[in-house]
């Protein structure tokens, strides 16, 4: 159990690490509605 709640904390980590950078790299502010769009 504690393996795979490490391995799904670095999946969640991984995914906010890229919503945040894509949507602030590609969209900036105004294009996180389309972040959310793609990333859910």
């Known amino acids: ?3 795979f709640f490490l391995w ?3 999946i969640l980590l991984k995914f ?3 919503y945040i ?3 602030q790299i590609f969209y ?3 294009g996180h ?3 959310r769009y793609f990333y859910g």
């Open 8 to 10: 799904h904390y670095f």
């Open 28 to 30: 900036g502010e105004a």
């Open 21 to 23: 950078l894509k949507s």
């Open 16 to 18: 906010f690490c890229n």
């Open 33 to 35: 509605k389309q972040a």
């Open 1 to 3: 159990m504690p393996v």
